[in-house]
């Protein structure tokens, strides 16, 4: 089945349950996808603001409460949203359901990536990116040293594990498969769910796409040497940022205006002081116990330098140009867009 038309199944589906008022459902995503697991209590805002009551609003993000949501957890407790007159719900589920929702006025915020956008609005999903939070496209493909894998063209008559045909991974292989002009036919690509560190370590696969702050370091830390080709390195495509409802971002500019001021501060104060920042993480999620933070320190390492930028927030046209043509050329988007519709920087700050 054709990538995108997988994505209007979804969003036929999630409709349907909006139309029956039920909740979007809360099975977690990495970047969009994840296996489902029961997740913990959304995480809400400590402090409240002596000056009057707190807008309660929601930001759906993809995954589940994990070290790369740092820069909320920060924002959180460090009073961040609440110096905006805002408490924020922190609500995880699955990544194009919560863009869905935000269209239709059903969420406030969501998190998504550049993709997600662009095959929203294919489908007249009234949808606008408002903050860039990643870089650098998160996902890359890693493979044990030994298989000798330094560049695409390695691949050919190797074994490529994907978790599924679907969300950012995929998405992710589609284009490193695109930028070196690869025939895909001359790799074997294999659906392993989300099993990528267990079928590198078992040779289920000499390679696999993931996240490039996760299994890789998961791997490392069983002594397996590796090496990562980041996607990034061959494409630039527009990955995760703050999105909201055009109607939201028409009827109160304002509203989109602090969120997006408070998530900066989040991401500048979780880049300039990360070791605090961990901190704050381990207290929302008491899961990383001592023995699983050196390794879940280090994600976080990772996960800033594809957040670090002197312009943070602010979009590329040149970028969502970038994905448009990718994706049109690959098959994924079957509709003309325009760049300057997809995206505004007009709540962007820069000092």
């Known amino acids: 089945m054709k990538f995108w038309m997988k994505w209007i199944f979804l969003f036929a589906a999630l409709f349907s349950l909006v139309a029956c008022g039920a909740e979007a459902a809360q099975a977690p995503t990495q970047a969009g996808e994840a296996p489902a697991q029961e997740a913990p209590a959304a995480a809400t805002e400590a402090p409240a603001q002596a000056s009057g009551e707190l807008r309660k609003v929601r930001l759906g993000v993809g995954y589940i409460p994990d070290v790369q949501f740092a820069p909320f957890y920060v924002a959180q407790r460090k009073g961040f949203f609440a110096e905006e007159g805002l408490e924020v719900e922190i609500e995880y589920g699955f990544e194009n359901d919560f863009v869905a929702l935000a269209a239709q006025g059903e969420r406030e915020f969501a998190v998504a990536s550049g993709d997600q956008v662009i095959l929203a609005r294919a489908q007249g999903l009234p949808i606008t990116y ?3 939070w990643y870089q650098r496209f998160p996902v890359a493909l890693v493979s044990p040293a030994d298989k000798g894998i330094t560049k695409p063209e390695d691949l050919v008559g ?9 969300g ?12 070196a002009q690869l025939d895909e036919n001359a790799i074997e690509v294999k659906d392993i ?9 078992q040779g289920v696969v000499d390679a696999a796409m993931i996240y490039i702050a996760n299994e890789p370091n998961q791997l490392r830390s069983q002594g397996i040497e590796v090496n990562v080709l980041q996607v990034s390195d061959y494409l630039d495509l527009v990955s995760n940022g703050i999105v909201v409802g055009d109607k939201l971002m028409a009827d109160d500019p304002d509203l989109a ?3 997006v001021r408070a998530s900066l501060r989040g991401l500048q104060e979780t880049i300039a002081k990360p070791d605090e920042a961990f901190a704050i993480v381990r207290q929302v999620i008491p899961e990383i116990t001592d023995d699983k933070a050196p390794t879940q320190r280090k994600v976080l390492e990772d996960s800033i330098t594809l957040w670090q930028s002197d312009r943070l927030g602010e979009s ?3 970028a969502w140009q970038e994905s448009i043509e990718f994706m049109s050329k690959t098959g994924l988007l079957e509709k003309t867009l325009q ?5 505004t920087n007009k709540f962007i700050e820069i000092e």
Do not use: C, D, H, N
Request: charged share 15%; proline share 7%; net charge positive.
């Open 257 to 259: 205006q602090r969120m």
């Open 130 to 132: 408002v903050m860039k």
């Open 339 to 343: 760049p300057e519709t997809l995206y």
């Open 316 to 318: 590329s046209p040149q």
């Open 168 to 179: 950012a991974s995929f998405i992710g292989w589609k284009g490193l498969i695109y930028a």
């Open 158 to 166: 190797k074994k490529v594990g994907l978790p599924g045909f679907f």
């Open 193 to 201: 769910g989300f099993t990528q560190t267990a079928a590198i370590q």
